[in-house]
């Protein structure tokens, strides 16, 4: 399988994690990427540098605003007295219509949802990187590729069109389907990220053109809590055109495979004719986040499953913490995808 990579997404190497109030070590480490590597690598991926493609793309899902914050955040952040060496919001507005401010600190409130998503001197970099990971995965595909994976670092499936959070800064599956959409194709993204992707869907929540469909954790009472409920079909022109799966915690893989034949009778009936597969492997038992239960072995049957399909595919990393079984876990989704 060809596998698209660039080393410059290990410049984003944040250090401030809030969890339940307290301060730990960010999760979300350039180490990751050293274990799904070796992980790709065992599974017999190839890999090779994406290419630059542009802002243009990226720009088609990001405002220009977010994106000439995300750009000059850091070195404004740094001018003012005090500042910590990472960007991290402390106050927020109560709407999205709520006025632009001029200061970092107010732009840096209206632009990130939460305190994981600290932005330092190397983080406008690795993303730029990890998008274009994905758009190079996309063009491989449009080119003749069944299934390319793209090692997209930092993930990217809850950022908005005009904010990051949850680790995330550009929604890379979200731009590898524009990208598609460009070409001329029917494009469906399926999340199996433990956590649901809540910026994708915002991001084509009122869109017709492409199927949102998400299998995650209820948000009752795990992260991203306020979207990614059953009862949230999309709007206007969107309305049906956005499925979300959730599963109670502690989910094994017996029980979370019927729910994945749910999300795969629902794009065979959108007639995607490419799918954009954002993949988390935080859905293992031993991942940090303990959300789901789903074995290594687990990994390779919702593959092949998937892989039924029959659909060129962009697989686009997404979660997957760092624990002993990290690369294991990869290398048996990407063995179970070309085996189904």
């Not at 990890?130 to 995965?137: D, G, I, P, R």
């Not at 080119?143 to 995330?168: I, M, Q």
């Not at 109670?248 to 799918?275: K, N, Q, S």
């Amino acid at each position: 399988m060809k596998a698209i990579f660039d080393a410059r997404q290990r410049a984003h190497d944040p250090k401030h994690f809030m969890s339940n109030g307290r301060l730990s070590a960010n999760p979300e480490q350039p180490q990751r990427i050293d274990e799904l590597s070796r992980g790709a690598r065992a599974a017999g991926c190839d890999f090779s540098a994406p290419v630059d493609h542009g802002l243009g793309p990226i720009a088609e899902i990001h405002s220009p605003e977010y994106l000439a914050f995300l750009e000059t955040i850091h070195a404004r952040w740094q001018r003012a007295d005090g500042a910590s060496d990472e960007v991290i919001p402390n106050v927020h507005p109560d709407r999205r219509t709520a006025s632009y401010p001029g200061s970092a600190a107010g732009q840096a409130g209206f632009h990130q949802t939460d305190t994981s998503c600290p932005i330092a001197a190397g983080t406008w970099q690795s993303a730029y990187w990890s998008a274009q990971t994905a758009l190079s995965a996309a063009e491989a595909v449009l080119d003749g590729e069944r299934t390319v994976y793209a090692l997209c670092r930092p993930p990217g499936h809850h950022a908005f069109g005009d904010l990051a959070g949850g680790f995330c800064f550009f929604n890379n599956a979200a731009i590898a389907a524009q990208a598609l959409l460009r070409a001329g194709r029917r494009p469906a993204i399926l999340d199996v990220d433990v956590h649901h992707g809540n910026g994708t869907q915002g991001i084509f929540y009122r869109r017709r053109d492409v199927l949102t469909v998400s299998i995650h954790a209820d948000p009752a009472f795990f992260y991203p809590f306020y979207w990614g409920h059953a009862a949230e079909r999309g709007e206007e022109d969107g309305m049906g055109y956005n499925l979300n799966l959730p599963l109670p915690r502690g989910t094994v893989t017996e029980d979370y495979l019927p729910t994945l034949d749910l999300a795969l009778d629902r794009i065979r009936a959108f007639g995607a004719d490419v799918l954009v597969l954002a993949l988390g492997l935080d859905a293992h038992e031993n991942d940090p986040f303990h959300g789901f239960k789903v074995t290594t072995p687990g990994f390779a049957r919702i593959a092949a499953r998937i892989a039924g399909l029959d659909l060129p595919a962009v697989i686009v990393q997404e979660g997957g913490y760092l624990s002993a079984d990290l690369g294991d876990n990869l290398t048996s989704f990407l063995k179970g995808y070309e085996a189904g």
